[in-house]
Structures are given as structure tokens and as C-alpha cells.
């Protein structure tokens, strides 16, 4: 495994690369509040078949933070990724990562081969639904106990108190799901990241509300 640094107008993304340089392509996206080692399991069990490719976007796991997090930045990224790979690749999305690649699948770009989507949340677009998910609960928390921990001017550590203990949407909490380099990696004095205010996805027309897979042989 190879860890990369790509740069996206100024933003510096992070990435890991698996597998043989010559093998087909694959890059995995995750969703909101992970990170690109969310996919560390499945890039182990498939590094050799395939070349796996995977990404932190902005604001998530090593990358930079930003000005700006819509639907577009995020698209941004993963083209950013794409540009890389330089040939026909398939995506995989998991939540946000699914709204990103839903939407990679709409254009002609020729270094998507397919698109799988993993759980998009399309329905977030209906802001009733939205209300009556788990996540605004979670984010108003998070957002909240940043506040105090700022106002407090806590040690980083506090911080990641309050994030490995917090409940997690896949059961348990955060910390029973870090991989082990999350685990032992210890920040260099950075100030702690922003919290990413979630953003209301606008499902296409043209996009199913079940998760499909996307051919761009056309």
C-alpha cells in the first residue's frame, strides 16, 4: 500500500493506492464524517485482483479542510482522483461517496468504466425525511460539544475524547469502527478539524432511488 497527496486547486487530498501498478482500477469513496480507511478491509481482500485506489475527500481523514464542502467539491475530488488513475476505472460510492459517483455517472468522462452505488441517501432531498433520520440528532451534538470544547480552548485530546466515544449510525461507538491506523495516529499539533455541516442532496430525475450500478458504455 502507497499513500499519495493530489492536489485539487489548491487543496491537498489524500489518497492510498493497492495492488499492482498494471491491474484493473478501482476507487472507493466514503461517506460523510469517515474516511478513506472505512475501506481498508475490502482494498486488503481485493489488492490482488485489482488496483484499489482510495480517497479522503476534503475535510475528511488526512486531507485539508476547505472553504467550500457541496455536492460539486466532492465531485471535484474524486475527478481529481480520476485524472490520476488516467483510464477507465470503476467507482464505488458509499453514502456521500454515493451521491458522488451517482453523479459521475450522468457525464461522459472517459476514465469511469462503471459506477456502484453503496446506500445513496437521495432521499435526504425531502427535508421530512431528512428530520426524522438519525443524523441531524448526531450533527447538532457534534456541532454543540465543538462549541464548548473551542470555548474550553481543550486539548486535542479531549477532542478525540469526545470522537471515539460518540455513538455511531453503524452500532456502538466510533471507536469500535477505526481501523488501526486511525487508531495510532497522532496529529502534529494541527487544530482540530471543522465539523462538516451535511449537505441536502438533490436527487437527478435521471437517478433511480434504489442503489444501481452505471455503465458508461454508451
Given at each position: 500500500?502507497?499513500?499519495?497527496?493530489?492536489?485539487?486547486?489548491?487543496?491537498?487530498l489524500?489518497?492510498?493506492?493497492?495492488?499492482?501498478?498494471?491491474?484493473?482500477p478501482?476507487?472507493?469513496?466514503?461517506?460523510?464524517?469517515?474516511?478513506?480507511?472505512?475501506?481498508?478491509?475490502?482494498?486488503?481482500?481485493?489488492?490482488?485482483?485489482?488496483?484499489v485506489?482510495?480517497?479522503?475527500?476534503?475535510?475528511?481523514?488526512?486531507?485539508d479542510?476547505?472553504?467550500?464542502?457541496?455536492?460539486?467539491?466532492y465531485?471535484?475530488?474524486?475527478?481529481?482522483?480520476?485524472?490520476?488513475?488516467?483510464?477507465?476505472?470503476?467507482?464505488?460510492?458509499?453514502?456521500?461517496?454515493a451521491?458522488?459517483?451517482?453523479?459521475?455517472?450522468?457525464?461522459?468522462?472517459?476514465?469511469?468504466?462503471?459506477?456502484?452505488?453503496?446506500?445513496?441517501?437521495?432521499?435526504?432531498g425531502?427535508?421530512?425525511?431528512?428530520?426524522?433520520?438519525?443524523?441531524?440528532?448526531?450533527?447538532?451534538?457534534?456541532?454543540?460539544?465543538?462549541?464548548?470544547?473551542?470555548?474550553?480552548?481543550?486539548?486535542?485530546a479531549?477532542?478525540?475524547?469526545?470522537?471515539?466515544?460518540?455513538?455511531?449510525?453503524?452500532?456502538?461507538?466510533?471507536?469500535?469502527?477505526?481501523?488501526?491506523?486511525?487508531?495510532?495516529?497522532?496529529?502534529?499539533?494541527e487544530?482540530?478539524?471543522?465539523s462538516?455541516?451535511?449537505?441536502?442532496?438533490?436527487?437527478?430525475?435521471?437517478?433511480?432511488?434504489?442503489?444501481?450500478?452505471?455503465?458508461?458504455?454508451?
Amino acid at each position: 500500500m502507497t499513500d499519495i497527496t493530489l492536489n485539487n486547486g489548491g487543496t491537498k487530498l489524500a489518497l492510498s493506492v493497492y495492488g499492482p501498478e498494471n491491474d484493473h482500477p478501482v476507487l472507493f469513496l466514503h461517506g460523510i464524517s469517515l474516511s478513506r480507511d472505512s475501506w481498508e478491509e475490502v482494498a486488503l481482500s481485493l489488492r490482488s485482483r485489482y488496483q484499489v485506489w482510495t480517497l479522503d475527500f476534503r475535510g475528511h481523514g488526512h486531507s485539508d479542510r476547505a472553504s467550500s464542502y457541496t455536492l460539486a467539491d466532492y465531485q471535484s475530488d474524486a475527478e481529481t482522483a480520476l485524472r490520476a488513475i488516467g483510464r477507465p476505472t470503476v467507482v464505488v460510492g458509499h453514502s456521500l461517496g454515493a451521491c458522488v459517483a451517482g453523479t459521475l455517472a450522468q457525464e461522459r468522462n472517459p476514465n469511469i468504466r462503471a459506477i456502484l452505488l453503496e446506500d445513496p441517501p437521495w432521499y435526504l432531498g425531502e427535508m421530512g425525511v431528512w428530520a426524522q433520520s438519525v443524523y441531524p440528532k448526531i450533527f447538532a451534538n457534534v456541532r454543540a460539544q465543538q462549541a464548548l470544547l473551542q470555548q474550553e480552548e481543550a486539548p486535542l485530546a479531549k477532542y478525540r475524547e469526545f470522537v471515539s466515544n460518540s455513538p455511531s449510525p453503524m452500532g456502538g461507538i466510533a471507536s469500535d469502527h477505526f481501523s488501526p491506523r486511525r487508531r495510532s495516529f497522532e496529529p502534529r499539533g494541527e487544530p482540530p478539524r471543522r465539523s462538516v455541516r451535511p449537505a441536502v442532496f438533490r436527487r437527478s430525475p435521471s437517478i433511480s432511488r434504489r442503489s444501481r450500478a452505471f455503465s458508461n458504455s454508451r
